[in-house]
């Protein structure tokens, strides 16, 4: 098979993969899901967005309100991430694990265990990334500074910055590579299922 | 043979996430209560009952974002906690971001705060730069985070410029920061602060047994000093 071929199978599963995710999120109930995981995913991943600041705000000795106080200040931290393209960044990340969410739940569901393992394990990957690749690196804070440092001392931040980004485009590649597969597999499904559905009113 | 090399790239990615978590977790750095630069501090040296460090870099735009947050609301903030609490407030200024290769800036506003602290004039020319850092640079969104546009070297005339409406000598500023001066007193006390550290990053805070690192979320400013309060009142309560 020519390379052209080999492209032009690619572009039109993704093309399919594209069909497939407009009918599972045509679906209310799955569109209420996948809206409720984006916010979810939104939430830890702006919770953690400076490192690990809030989770020493909530083990330490501040009354209980001050601490739900804290828990309350991540939602307004989440509005205020389109403020800039890092937390842009990190919307558009949560929007594409919400996804992939939504979706590995509605190929599971439709006994299609196998593909949504795979897609389980190639978007969880992304989303790890993801997460690592978190905090601001220009500062040192974040998962990644600190073991970095101890191998590569002085030059740890200029390294997490770039191995930052480096994990983010993975992060992004891998959860898209995710959507557009598990958008084919639901494509076929959905289609499946709708004949199904028309041949039991015909009868 | 695919499944098992995605399962085992599953499992390599959560053991590096689960990994660098312990490892943060036990390594915390080691306190250090002794002041390295009185006129980089606030409140009582001798009687006061709470001590409060950040270990800073003037070119770390989340640092500056938290003594921004504090210069906006100065009085309220030192009555409430230097005054009533009796908090030691002190700032240890480095230039680790110029170490690591990040701004060739952090160098010389180090310097030239160090300057300043000679003639005991740090705080006034510390608000001032902050402040002119932030109407140059930081309000239109250059310097503010790792992909935003990055803050060109400046000239040492930026650093000293900044300086002409506080009252002290002039000359022996210019003079000592030109010559870098204190640069031996900054080099220094970034390696005692890297010791410190232990590998996490700045802001970093230490408010007697209530370690802090990072500073609000991102760069919108509405919110920051309530930010402030609750990082001082979790270093108040933390026992």
Known sequence: MGIRKVAETIFDRAKLGLFGFGKVFSRPKYAIFGIFCIILIAYILSFWQNGNGNWQLICSGLPLGDKLGVLGRVFLNIGENFTSLWGISIILLAILQGIVIAQLVFTWRHREKNAALDGASTGGIGAILGFIALGCPSCGIGLLTPILSAIAGASAVAMAETIGKIFTILAFSLLIFTILGLGYIDYVLASVNNRKEKHAKSN | ?239
């Open chain 2, 1 to 239: 043979m695919q499944k098992a090399i995605r399962i085992g790239a599953l499992v390599a990615v959560i053991g590096l996430l689960v990994g660098l978590v312990v490892y943060n977790i036990l390594n915390p750095p080691a306190p250090d209560n002794s002041v390295w630069n009185a006129a980089m501090s606030k409140g009582d040296t001798e009687t006061a009952k709470h001590h409060f460090v950040m270990y800073t870099d003037i070119f770390c735009p989340y640092c500056d974002k938290f003594s921004n947050a504090i210069a906006a609301n100065l009085d309220k903030w030192e009555k409430d906690y230097i005054e009533r609490e009796n908090v030691l407030f002190e700032i240890r200024v480095t230039d680790i971001n110029y170490r690591n290769g990040h701004s060739n800036n952090s160098r010389p506003a180090g310097i030239a705060a160090y300057c300043a602290a000679r003639q005991n004039k740090f705080w006034d020319y510390y608000y001032a730069l902050l402040a002119q850092m932030f109407e140059d640079y930081h309000s239109k969104g250059i310097g503010v985070d790792p992909y935003s546009q990055h803050i060109p070297d400046l000239p040492n005339s930026y650093f000293t410029d900044v300086a002409k409406d506080i009252e002290f000598d002039q000359d022996s500023f210019k003079q000592c920061v030109d010559n870098q001066e204190t640069l031996s007193e900054l080099n220094k006390n970034t390696a005692k602060a890297e010791k410190n550290l232990n590998g996490s990053g700045i802001p970093h805070f230490v408010f007697d047994k209530f370690v802090y690192d990072g500073f609000a979320g991102n760069w919108d400013t509405t919110h920051d000093y309530e930010q402030v309060k609750t990082l001082m009142n979790a270093g108040l309560s933390t026992k």
